[in-house]
């Protein structure tokens, strides 16, 4: 007979929470407890990137404050095993990745183990365990900075992955938070598809994949959950977005860099129909990004498909994740940044998708979107996947 444990996995790049402290937390948290109260869920797991934010030396010390508001809060009374790793240790530059993982365990959810990677052994989970540091000596979590010779060219920053593996009733299965690569510059990004920055992810993400599938423990299904930093492919979507248009191509004096590439539409007075700088995407129909949740460019979304062979991924029903505005009045408009694109992400393995029981079509017992999509949650909406586990307890 099957049984099923509800499971709830939320990826949050919390960055803008520690740059606009104070702001945004409030709703924040508030959009999470709602959608943890409508699904209910008995297990949550909430992976956190870009903890302390930008100005980490001086914001980590609300760190600790914001934790311990989600730990000690009403809404999760009733979980009660918790588990807290969090990586805020920025003295340590070698190791620093400013990760966090939050592990929930609901009173109802009996039989959870977790494991400890230097017995190689899982060991019932009890009570509350709460790591904060350097996360170095702590064995129920395995974390890695993404090794410095990997990537000559750019500038190295708080990048890695962190596993923790456990039993729920008697599924075993590995929760890996995870941060790659940004794109640093829009030009840069336009010049080559795939761009560099997409083919450094792709070693990243391959890095990662191997990491844990590799001989050192038994590898075991996986939901890989985080900040990809995905970009849609820049180059061939500019191509679209442009395609009625003049385009030019704007040098620096001195050199031969591109300083900027503006396209004017033939008529209608010549409007700039898009402005692309390092750090500037503007394009005037913005709502191309919005309308049918951006289904129109899921096809410039290419980065996973490389990795059909061992991720698999539910399909995306919800607007670009990034780079939503931080004010608090215009929740739902993007920055002119960042071309938007589906950065926050949930993967999983083709063995992990095997035990995720599905429904009817209209059973909502899986669900796959954004928190708060309707309220200021700072430039990165939170993802989440809610599924019912397969457990079988014969």
Request: glycine fraction near 4%.
């Amino acid at each position: 007979m099957d049984t099923y444990a509800d499971v709830l996995l939320v990826t949050a790049n919390v960055g803008s929470l520690f740059d606009n402290l104070g702001e945004i937390q409030n709703e924040w948290l508030r959009e999470l407890y709602k959608t943890i109260h409508s699904h209910k869920p008995q297990f949550i797991a909430l992976h956190f990137q870009e903890v302390g934010g930008k100005d980490y030396m001086a914001n980590m010390g609300h760190a600790d404050n914001f934790f311990w508001i989600i730990e000690s809060s009403e809404e999760m009374k009733d979980y009660d095993r918790v588990c807290i790793y969090v990586d805020n240790q920025f003295q340590t530059e070698d190791s620093f990745t400013a990760l966090g993982s939050m592990y929930f365990i609901h009173k109802t959810l009996k039989n959870i183990q977790q494991y400890d990677f230097n017995v190689k052994d899982f060991k019932a989970v009890s009570g509350q365990s709460k790591h904060v540091g350097s996360l170095d000596g702590v064995s129920t979590v395995e974390k890695e900075k993404f090794p410095k010779n990997f990537w000559p060219d750019f500038k190295w920053s708080r990048k890695g992955f962190m596993r923790t593996r456990w039993i729920i009733h008697n599924q075993a299965l590995d929760l890996v938070n995870v941060h790659l690569f940004h794109d640093a510059s829009n030009l840069i990004a336009c010049k080559s598809s795939p761009s560099i920055y997409s083919a450094n992810r792709k070693n990243a993400l391959r890095y990662v994949i191997n990491r844990i599938s590799d001989s050192r423990y038994t590898p075991l299904p996986f939901f890989l959950f985080g900040d990809f930093n995905f970009r849609l492919d820049a180059l061939s979507l500019v191509q679209y977005l442009s395609t009625s248009a003049d385009v030019q191509t704007v040098k620096k004096d001195s050199s031969n860099e591109v300083e900027k590439i503006i396209c004017e539409e033939k008529d209608n007075d010549h409007q700039v129909l898009l402005h692309i700088e390092d750090k500037l995407f503007a394009y005037l129909h913005q709502a191309v990004f919005r309308e049918d949740n951006g289904r129109a460019l899921l096809k410039y979304d290419k980065e996973v498909s490389v990795f059909h062979d061992v991720i698999r991924e539910e399909d995306i029903e919800f607007p670009p994740s990034y780079p939503y505005s931080e004010e608090y009045t215009k929740p739902t408009r993007y920055m002119n940044t960042r071309c938007p694109a589906w950065c926050d992400r949930i993967l999983l393995s083709h063995t992990a998708q095997e035990f995720i029981h599905r429904g009817d079509d209209g059973d909502k017992s899986l669900v796959y979107d954004t928190v708060g999509p309707n309220v200021c949650m700072g430039d990165h909406k939170p993802v989440f996947l809610f599924f019912s586990l397969k457990t079988n307890d014969h």
